[in-house]
């Protein structure tokens, strides 16, 4: 089993940044493709960014595209999401999500995920 815990939330204005931690404990965590998803006040949780087991291959969604960067450092069992000029729009609930193994089965999708973090909250203020 996978535990994992989100951090780094917060209130920020727009244009800011923030950088958000995910540690994985309970197994190997390098055996594990992760992803970023996240949700907004009534509607459905999005694809936000995914990243291989070795970092090598790393995709995100059109909306953070050029804004926001996914990584991981599997020394530490971490994956990051760092989010750079903030819109009032990413406003969400942020979750960390993993694979049950190295590789996507369908990375954008949340099915493709057993594992999940609590999440942590995004405020982006205008």
Not at 14 to 23: N, P, Y
Not at 79 to 103: F, G
Request: hydrophobic fraction near 35%; charge should be positive.
């Amino acid at each position: 089993q996978l535990q994992l815990v989100e951090s780094g939330g917060g209130l920020v204005q727009t244009g800011g940044s923030l950088r958000l931690s995910c540690a994985a404990s309970g197994r190997t965590f390098s055996n594990n493709a992760m992803g970023w998803f996240r949700q907004a006040p009534g509607k459905e949780r999005i694809f936000v960014a995914a990243i291989s087991w070795s970092g090598g291959i790393t995709y995100h969604a059109d909306s953070v595209k050029g804004r926001f960067t996914i990584s991981r450092d599997n020394a530490k069992n971490t994956v990051y999401l760092q989010m750079n000029s903030l819109k009032p729009e990413d406003t969400a609930v942020y979750y960390c999500a993993a694979s049950a193994s190295r590789y996507f089965t369908n990375y954008g999708n949340t099915a493709g995920y057993p594992y999940w973090g609590q999440g942590t909250q995004v405020t982006v203020s205008s």
